[in-house]
């Protein structure tokens, strides 16, 4: 069981927007930034948000990410098709002393 | 271009041993912290563990179900990580990616490892 936690799955149709949620506590996501990563089927993670809401060059300007106390949420804006993937959160815990991640959430564009 | 090749992956018996190695090129390794990440066949991703720079003290952290059986370390003459790997159980099982800094921003292809009987 993951100490972040959130949803196994979400959908949503091309050029909708979708969000996902990440749940956690004063010990990581409450003090320590969030970062967002997308797997591809069969491929290596790729960080989409880094510090909360930074994303890196060349990542599309229809994710964002936010925070809010102990939660964090991921937004994909204009939905595509080649948006399917799992996509995690993860944060530093400060009780834990190390990375951890959430459980992953599966995106299906229907 | 940042790229990071991890190697050294395969099949290991329970209670054995195995090297991984990840060859880092296009940016300055030396500067950089660098971690281990993992994922179980059909699972999510589990931190390994990482290590700092050495202008940081070049300290090392790990996650709990592999501290005291797992170390990281760093050549960084030869821009090279590794993760050693003792008293491997079967469920150590998982494709291992290196990863660049706090954001991971750059992760390899990851190497295979397969503990079993």
């Known amino acids: 069981q993951s100490v972040l936690t959130q949803p196994p799955s979400a959908s949503g149709t091309p050029g909708q927007r979708v969000t996902i949620s990440c749940s956690g506590s004063s010990s990581n996501i409450g003090s320590r930034y969030v970062y967002w990563y997308q797997q591809l089927p069969a491929t290596a993670p790729k960080v989409l948000i880094f510090r909360n809401n930074q994303r890196p060059s060349g990542v599309p300007d229809r994710f964002s990410g936010s925070k809010s106390g102990t939660s964090a949420s991921l937004a994909i804006s204009g939905l595509r098709s080649d948006d399917e993937a799992d996509y995690y959160c993860a944060a530093w815990d400060d009780s834990l002393s190390g990375v951890i991640f959430g459980g992953g959430t599966k995106l299906t564009v229907l | ?117």
């Open chain 2, 1 to 117: 271009e940042v790229q990071l090749v991890e190697s050294g992956g395969g099949l290991v018996k329970p209670g054995g041993s195995l090297r991984l190695s990840c060859a880092a090129s296009g940016f300055t390794f030396s500067n950089a912290w660098m971690s281990w990440v993992r994922q179980a066949p059909g699972k999510g991703l589990e931190w390994v563990g990482r290590i700092k720079r050495k202008t940081d003290a070049g300290t090392t952290d790990y996650g709990a179900p592999v501290k005291g059986r797992f170390t990281i370390s760093r050549d960084d003459s030869k821009n090279t990580l590794f993760l050693q790997m003792n008293s491997l159980k079967t469920e150590d099982t998982a494709v291992y990616y290196c990863a660049t800094n706090d954001a991971f921003d750059t992760w390899g292809q990851g190497t295979m490892v397969t503990v079993s009987s």
